[in-house]
T-cell receptor
């Protein structure tokens, strides 16, 4: 299994809603990542988890709250988002945090904030 | 800090013609370099990567890239483009667990 699975594929939410994005991998990878990609732009790193601990937070607003409950799962909790947060949210994993040579990306969650 | 520049925002190529996508990077040490492809609304798929050794790297789907340290470049090539190659292509430089992407090049394939 060489897949990173993200759910849901599409999400529409209001600015007062609370929702969560989920990411799962069963490759035994110990580093997991969240990227944000605006339309026609490259992906931008948000968070990195290494061995279930947050190792990088790229100054992301607190309305985005990551969680890594175990080595296979990565969540992104969303609360009080703004319309400008609408984007494709990509999850990725790699063997460990020092090995960026093989990032496996999921297909993403297309988020629309109304 | 590392950075990546892809000078061409769009490239249109005829099916069967050759393709070359340009990538220039800035990084203080020996870079890890990557090319990814992304179809609309999809995640990124790794085409190829360079860490060290042979400067001509072969990837999937018939793509290759050449690392030129003197020019700080890592250009992607394909001898004969197929309609299914229409997509967005991202060059990236890696440092530790952080990838920095270029702005991307959208490839359109004419029949």
């Amino acid at each position: 299994d060489t897949e990173v699975t993200q759910t849901p594929k599409h999400l529409v939410m209001g600015m007062t809603n609370k929702k969560s994005l989920k990411c799962e991998q069963h490759m035994g990878h110990r580093a997991m990542y969240w990227y944000k990609q605006k339309a026609k732009k490259p992906p931008e790193l948000m968070f990195v988890y290494s061995y279930e601990k947050l190792s990088i937070n790229e100054s992301v607003p607190s309305r985005f709250s990551p969680e890594c409950p175990n080595s296979s799962l990565l969540n992104l909790h969303l609360h009080a988002l703004q319309p400008e947060d609408s984007a494709l949210y990509l999850c990725a994993s790699s063997q460990n945090r020092d090995r960026s040579e093989k990032l496996f990306f999921g297909s993403g969650t297309q988020l629309s904030v109304l | 800090a590392q950075s990546v520049t892809q000078p061409d925002i769009h490239i249109t190529v005829s099916e069967g013609a050759s393709l070359e996508l340009r990538c220039n990077y800035s990084y203080g040490a020996t870079p890890y370099l990557f090319w990814y492809v992304q179809s609309p609304g999809q995640g990124l798929q790794l085409l190829l990567k360079y860490f060290s050794g042979d400067t001509l790297v072969q990837g999937i789907k018939g793509f290759e890239a050449e690392f030129k340290r003197s020019q700080s470049s890592f250009n992607l090539r394909k001898p004969s483009v197929h309609w299914s190659d229409a997509a967005e292509y991202f060059c990236a430089v890696g440092a530790g667990n952080k990838l920095t992407f270029g702005g991307g090049t959208r490839v359109l394939v004419k029949p």
